[in-house]
């Protein structure tokens, strides 16, 4: 069922269930007030029978058809009845057998007045007490008026309520068309939006009622999908070039070398060169891959707990191991003395390829200049900076450095892929983590990263370590 007709029936059943409400307390109050009216009339019977009794000490029929034809309206089958103490029947207006059982004689008694409906009558009952003499006085008869009068009420309540019910039912269809066209204007435009137009927005009339903010936030969505469509282009793009250049140069290399017979150190040569591109495209296509990784990283792949410390120590042996004449310095400060509270959770393998990676760049252009890995930890997160004095980044494509495949300028003579820094951010944020970059072309770089502690503990003694790694 669409929302329209659903917000149709809603407003329908609802103003139904008020219109009921309404109509059934005007029709319980007409009949309330009908009978209360009647009653009145017939009490008023019952007092003119007793005041006749007391004045001639008797009732005749004759005296009382005298004065309703003098003062009183004439009642449908009215019945004027006077009993004894012993509830015997001293005086009845008609020659109608219909009399009142005992116990009602008895209730009317004990309650001096009683009011009640007995089959098709009204009938009235008071019990008197004058001269020492006990006497019951009941009057009855039929209200032909009243009924009639209700009935045609009943009438005019179901003809109304069918009316109102169709009415409402068509005012609550357009208020439903009318509340709800924006959103057609909406689906519309939806529609013509496809991957060859992420540029088109949707307009809403107004932007302040739920329409409207549904608009921003689909508007807000598309800005995402198309931001995500054009780096998907970029990153494409780029990809392809980078894995391009050391292909064309495997290719060219190999070309070069069957043009002609060569020498065997000839041939040793370009086989060097090839396998020097080769390892390059190697490490093009693991960093993709490790890229793509950290893209689809679920839940389940981030919840082992390891040490930062005991990673960095690890991360500086490998690199020591690959190059002997490495400078870099790994500096713990304020250690706590309760070393669990330098675990964090997350992915390690993913960690000590970001952490690899800052340090790797940090060592490669610094032209064999000292690098230091300094680590500190406070009670919310631990903070780890690298710091170089090599190149540095030129201001303008400092804001760019960390897009997939993008190389500063003066970057472009060193062998990478410029994807390094890019992965790491994304892996420092799948960690919930923060990385800046502060540098200053050819004064050095400072990349600091921020990560989570696994839980925050209250304050703890810290200590220092220092480790140089340094050419032997």
């Known amino acids: 069922m669409s929302i329209r007709n659903r917000l149709t029936l809603l407003f329908t059943a609802i103003v139904a269930v008020i219109f009921t409400a309404i ?25 003119i029978a007793y005041r006749i009794y007391l004045e001639k000490n008797q009732l005749s029929k004759q005296l009382l058809v005298e004065f309703e034809q003098e003062d009183l309206e004439k009642l449908s089958r009215e019945v004027l009845q006077i009993y004894d103490k012993q509830n015997n029947v001293t005086f009845i207006s008609t020659e109608d057998n219909w009399k009142l059982t005992q116990v009602e004689l008895n209730q009317i008694k004990k309650l001096k007045k009683l009011n009640f409906k007995k089959e098709n009558r009204y009938v009235v ?6 001269n020492n003499q006990e006497f019951i006085v009941v009057a009855s008869a039929i209200d032909k008026v009243g009924s009639s009068k209700i009935k045609q009420l009943q009438l005019v309540i179901i003809i109304s309520f069918s009316i109102g019910l169709i009415i409402i039912y068509l005012s609550g269809h357009f208020f439903a068309n009318n509340a709800l066209n924006p959103m057609n204007d909406v689906m519309t435009q939806v ?15 107004n932007e302040n009622d739920e329409i409207g903010r549904l608009t921003r936030t689909f508007n807000e969505m598309l800005d995402r999908i198309e931001g995500a469509f054009e780096a998907q282009r970029s990153f494409a793009s ?13 290719i060219g290399e190999l070309q070069v ?16 060169k090839a396998l020097e591109e080769a390892k390059l495209l190697k490490n093009i296509i693991d960093d993709l891959l490790v890229f793509t990784r950290t893209h689809l990283q679920d839940g389940e792949g981030m919840k082992e707990i390891f040490r930062i410390d005991e990673l960095l120590w690890e991360i500086q042996d490998t690199i020591f191991l690959r190059n002997k004449t490495a400078k870099l310095k790994l500096i713990l400060n304020q250690m706590p003395e309760n ?9 390690i393998d993913l960690m000590r390829v970001a952490l690899n990676n800052v340090v790797e760049n940090a060592l490669k252009y610094s032209n064999n200049q000292e690098v230091i890995c300094e680590m500190n930890w406070y009670e919310s997160h631990i903070k780890i900076n690298i710091i170089d004095t090599g190149i540095g980044i030129p201001a303008e494509d400092l804001k760019r450095i960390t897009e997939p495949f993008y190389r500063a300028e003066n970057a472009r ?10 992965l790491t951010q994304k892996i420092i944020q799948k960690h919930q983590g923060e990385m800046r970059i502060r ?3 050819n004064q050095g770089t400072t990349v600091s990263i921020s990560l989570p502690t696994q839980k925050h503990s209250p304050k703890e003694h810290v200590l220092t370590f220092e480790k140089s790694l340094n050419p032997i």
């Open 125 to 130: 009952g008071v019990y008197h007490q004058e």
């Open 238 to 250: 780029l990809a392809s070039h980078e894995l391009r250049t050391p292909l064309t140069a495997i």
């Open 191 to 205: 529609k013509q939006i496809t991957d060859s137009n992420l540029s088109m927005r949707v307009s809403a009339g």
């Open 413 to 422: 003579t060193y062998t990478g892929s410029g994807i390094g820094l890019a």
């Open 339 to 347: 070393q669990d509270l330098l675990k964090i959770q997350g992915n």
């Open 439 to 441: 540098s200053n072309e």
């Open 257 to 272: 070398l069957n043009t002609r017979d060569r020498s065997t150190q000839d041939y040793k040569k370009g086989i060097e």
């Open 23 to 47: 109509l059934s307390a005007i029709y319980l109050l007409s009949v309330n007030y009908s009978e209360s009216s009647f009653y009145d009339r017939l009490r008023e019977r019952a007092f």
